[in-house]
Structures are given as C-alpha cells and as structure tokens.
C-alpha cells in the first residue's frame, strides 16, 4: 500500500512540474504556425517605381537655311534662335499598386520651348481579369495610332517623329478611355522589345479600342463630339528569334480648328478620318521600319485664304543596322519621310508638303548615355494666312545627348 502511495506521489509530482513545459511545446508551435499563415500586406507605396531621361539638343551646325524649321518638330531648329536646347525632361512614376490597377504619371518639364513642367500622361490601367490580358486605361495617354507615335522619344532613332502620322495626333495624347488586349505571351514580347533595346514600341495591346476628346493633351474638348481610334498589331516571331511585326489602325471624329481672326470665315470644325498600315522589322541586326497613312482633314487654302476638308496622306520608309560592341551598342539608321496635308493644330490647319531625307547614327555607350548625330537634308512648304507662299529648302546637322535614369 505504501509503495502503490509513493509512486502515485511521484507520478503526480511528475506530471504537476512537466506540464507547463510541455504546454509552452504547443503554444509555441500554435504561435509558428499563425505566424507563418499572417502575410503583412504591402502598402500601395512600396511598388512605386521612379525613372526618367532628358534630352539636350544642338541644331545649329552647318544649317543652310534659317526659316527652314518646323515648329512640330523641334522649337529650337530654324527661325532666330538656335544654341543649346532642352527637349525632353521627363520623370515618370509608375507601379502595379493593386493586382488589378497599374498607375503611370509622366510630367515633362521641358515643354513648349520652355523649361517649364507639364502633364504628358496621367492615366491607370484596370485589369479585367486575374492576368490582366483584358484592361481599361482610363486618362491621359498616348492614342493608338500609329507605330512610332506608340514608341517612346528615348527609344525612337530619328530625332522627331514622322510629320506623315504624327500630324494626326498632336503630341501622340488625348484624354479618353481605351480597351486593350493581348494574351500573356504577347505582351511578355512587347516588354522584350523595349527592354532589350530593340526599339520597341510598348504595351498598347495586340487589340485597342477607344474614345477622345480629339482635342489633343492638357486641352479642354471643344465640341460634344467625341473621336474614336481602333488598332491591332501583332509582332510574329520567327524560328530564328527574329520579330517582324504588322499593324493596322485608323480613327474619326470632328476637330475644331483655331483661325486668323483678321480673317473671314464661318467654319472652325471640321471631320476628319485617317487609316493606314505600319511595318516593323526589328534590327536583329538589320531592321526595315515603314508607315503610311491616307485620309481626310482642314487644310489652309493659299488660292481662296480659307481653309477647306482636303485629302491627305503621307509617311515614311526607314533602314536601320544594330551593332554590339562590348557593352555599346551603334546604330546607324537612314530615314525618308512624306507628308501632302494640313496640320489641325497649327493656325489655320497650316497647308504642309514635306520632302525629307536624314541620315544618322545613335551611340549607345552604356544604358544611361547615348549619342545620336543626324544630318537632315529638308524641303518644306508651310502656308497659312500669315504666310501664304513659304516654301524652304536646306540642310543641317543635328545633336541630341540623352541621359537616362
């Protein structure tokens, strides 16, 4: 009896000192395995991305013609000026700061001739489904309309954009909504393009859809009537990893001039449509890029002082070389552009004919500088109420540094 109270005693005793161990054991192991189930998640802020360029230009080497110019182009190229010139200081914040919502916001702080900040683009893109192949960018933002309008300025080869497209979209935005779609594997090879340095023109979809004021950027719409702008591109990719890629876009709508107001006129809104095809072969080494476009808008009359609906069409045919060289990379590139139209933006959507060959090379020395030399050789014929009969000829070199951060 004694020994069956003893070792009851010391099962008790045993069992009183162990159990607070033993149950530390579990709630520790309790506590793991929420810790481990808990995810923080992260605040919008953490996936914000900074990134940037500027552009520094000379155009006054070996220029033959001071009025040649073009406003369009460059502010600082022809007329009394000239010296060095600011084109480009952008600084971009962007970031997927839900699964579904992608922000981007783009002031330039070298806009209108002027150091001064301005919006380019402001907009967000929303997913439609969980791999975000469907979306809505809603906002300020480039118009698909047009390969090398798509093409960021720090990725195209020529100094400025085409007069032949770009003359349809003013600054290549306008504020609206557009629909965009390209599966999974599509839009990886759009992001191949740029980052590889292939000169890649972005993700605007394989298909986009959308509806504008038509007024163009960071201006109020001036009329009830809204523009609509339809694309679809695909970049085909051959066994031997070269892209070629083809593409259709066109738009309408109605655009309200502005006009010499010592002049006579009753009409400042006019309709208008383009459409035309573009052609990319990207240089792997050799590379072809080509568009063109047919249509109809305002266009200053020389003969009557007015300005009445005319045809238009116009583009361009480009070759291009890549070589690497170690960590650089040059790029040899010959242009030649065509325009026969009105530009609606300009004062009396001023009567243009342009005529232009350039020949250049971009110096890639590392991914944050590079070095593009263009040498233009350009006949221009710009008229409006102002200047009814401004045809210019001439030549000139060209500079353009270009930092990127």
């Known amino acids: 009896m004694k020994r069956f109270l003893l070792a009851s005693l010391l099962f008790y005793?045993?069992?009183?000192?162990?159990?607070?161990?033993?149950?530390?054991?579990?709630?520790?192991?309790?506590?793991?395995?929420?810790?481990?189930?808990?995810?923080?998640?992260?605040?919008?802020y953490e996936n914000l991305r900074i990134r940037g360029y500027a552009q520094l230009r000379y155009n006054g080497l070996f220029e033959t013609n001071p009025d040649l110019?073009?406003?369009?182009?460059?502010?600082?190229?022809?007329?009394?000026?000239?010296?060095?010139?600011?084109?480009?200081?952008?600084?971009i914040f962007y970031g997927q700061i839900h699964p579904r919502v992608y922000f981007y916001i783009q002031p330039d702080f070298a806009s209108g001739g002027g150091n001064f900040g301005q919006i380019r683009d402001a907009y967000f893109d929303v997913g439609l489904d969980s791999k975000n192949e469907f979306r809505l960018r809603i906002g300020q933002s480039k118009v698909p309309f047009g390969f090398e309008n798509l093409q960021s300025s720090s990725n195209r080869l020529p100094l400025d954009r085409n007069d032949g497209l770009n003359s349809g979209m003013p600054n290549e935005r306008?504020?609206?909504?557009?629909?965009?779609?390209?599966?999974?594997?599509?839009?990886?090879?759009?992001?191949?393009?740029?980052?590889?340095?292939?000169?890649?023109?972005?993700?605007?979809?394989?298909?986009?859809?959308?509806?504008?004021?038509?007024?163009?950027?960071?201006?109020?719409?001036?009329?009830?009537?809204?523009?609509v702008v339809g694309r679809f591109t695909y970049p085909y990719q051959f066994s031997s990893g070269q892209i070629f890629e083809a593409s259709f876009?066109?738009?309408?709508?109605?655009?309200?001039?502005?006009?010499?107001?010592?002049?006579?006129?009753?009409?400042?809104?006019?309709?208008?449509?383009?459409?035309?095809?573009?052609l990319i072969l990207y240089p792997q080494p050799f590379g072809f890029q080509a568009e063109y476009n047919w249509g109809r808008g305002p266009e200053y009359d020389p003969a009557t002082n007015d300005v009445k609906d005319a045809p238009l069409n116009g583009g361009y045919a480009m070759l291009n070389y890549r070589i690497l060289s170690g960590s650089k990379v040059f790029i040899p590139f010959t242009r030649y552009q065509?325009?026969?139209?009105?530009?609606?933006?300009?004062?009396?959507?001023?009567?243009?004919?342009?005529?232009?060959?350039?020949?250049?090379?971009?110096?890639?020395?590392?991914?944050?500088?590079?070095?593009?030399?263009?040498?233009?050789?350009?006949d221009r014929t710009f008229e409006n109420s102002l200047n009814p009969d401004n045809r210019q000829k001439g030549s000139l070199l060209r500079l353009q540094a270009q930092v990127n951060f």
């Open 249 to 278: 876009q066109a738009y309408t709508g109605k655009y309200v001039i502005t006009r010499n107001p010592a002049t006579d006129f009753t009409q400042t809104e006019f309709e208008e449509y383009r459409y035309g095809p573009s």
């Open 69 to 91: 110019k073009c406003d369009q182009c460059d502010k600082s190229w022809g007329g009394d000026g000239g010296g060095f010139f600011f084109r480009r200081i952008r600084i």
């Open 338 to 378: 065509y325009y026969k139209g009105g530009k609606k933006f300009e004062l009396d959507a001023t009567k243009h004919r342009v005529k232009e060959l350039e020949i250049g090379v971009e110096w890639l020395f590392n991914k944050n500088f590079e070095l593009v030399t263009m040498y233009t050789f350009s």
């Open 13 to 44: 005793l045993g069992m009183v000192m162990t159990a607070p161990h033993a149950r530390g054991e579990q709630e520790d192991s309790l506590l793991n395995s929420a810790k481990k189930q808990t995810v923080v998640p992260k605040g919008w």
């Open 174 to 227: 306008d504020l609206g909504v557009f629909f965009y779609y390209a599966p999974t594997e599509i839009r990886e090879r759009f992001s191949y393009l740029t980052s590889s340095g292939l000169k890649g023109s972005g993700d605007y979809g394989m298909f986009g859809f959308g509806i504008f004021n038509g007024q163009g950027p960071n201006n109020q719409d001036k009329n009830k009537n809204v523009h």
